[in-house]
């Protein structure tokens, strides 16, 4: 019995309604407009992935806290395991964005990085 999921498409800003189809092997996806729509489809159907933003305690920061991300999508199951490590991190300002905070988290290949400058107090 094939397996059918709605999605909406967030790889461009048109936002289109997918209809993803998993028959066996076989994925189709409909409705999108665009190439990017057909692999997200079947990305999300086969191995969703997401970017994570969050915080981490910045110490002696303008700030309290730095924004971070990871500086690319990372298997959706794993987002609680990130998270858990990225609560974990602190880090000494100054910091510049784009900085690495934590590199190659759990092993996925993908770095959480800054996404502000942090200055020193």
Known sequence: MAEVRNIIC???PLGCQLVVTKDGDNISVTGNTCKNGEKYGIEEMTNPKRVI????VCKNGR???LPVKT??????GMIFDIMQEINKC?????????QVI????LGTGVDVVATRTMPAE
């Open 71 to 76: 500086a690319d999508a990372v298997p959706k």
């Open 90 to 98: 602190s880090v000494e300002a100054p910091v510049k964005m784009g």
């Open 102 to 105: 934590i590199p190659n988290v």
């Open 53 to 56: 933003p969050s915080t981490v």
């Open 63 to 65: 700030l309290k806290r």
């Open 10 to 12: 967030i790889s461009c």
